[in-house]
């Protein structure tokens, strides 16, 4: 059973930084991998997504010029560096592997295996 392992969140205060790692324990044949995070009493929401085959990135509205994915394929890992933290952005954090090309890679139900996740803190 191939796992995805996120690590790097913890507590930072507004104006920091922090690097999210995901990894997976075993072999997956990707097409791409993305970020995903949670609030309490929210619901999932998207963040950040790579396309392997081309190097395509996408964020949400909400994040873009301040977080960044990477990753290698090969490796099946992927990063999310978050730059200039607001308190906002507090949220458990999820990677996610996606195998086909069914439905929206903004939906949470496009992915195939997920992380345990990982929680960032943001204070003011």
């Known amino acids: 059973q191939v796992q995805l392992v996120e690590s790097g969140g913890g507590l930072v205060q507004a104006g920091g930084s922090l690097r999210l790692s995901c990894a997976a324990s075993g072999r997956i044949s990707s097409n791409a991998m993305g970020w995903f995070r949670q609030a309490p009493g929210k619901e999932r929401e998207f963040v950040a997504y790579i396309r392997w085959n081309d190097g395509s990135t996408f964020y949400a509205d909400s994040v873009k010029g301040r977080f960044t994915i990477s990753g290698e394929n090969a490796e099946n890992t992927v990063y999310l560096q978050m730059n200039s933290l607001k308190p906002e952005d507090t949220a458990v954090y999820y990677c996610?592997?996606?195998?086909?090309?069914?439905?929206?890679?903004?939906?949470?139900?496009?992915?195939?295996?997920w992380g345990q996740g990982t929680q960032v803190t943001v204070s003011s």
């Open positions: 996610a592997a996606r195998l086909g090309y069914g439905g929206s890679k903004y939906r949470a139900d496009a992915y195939d295996y």
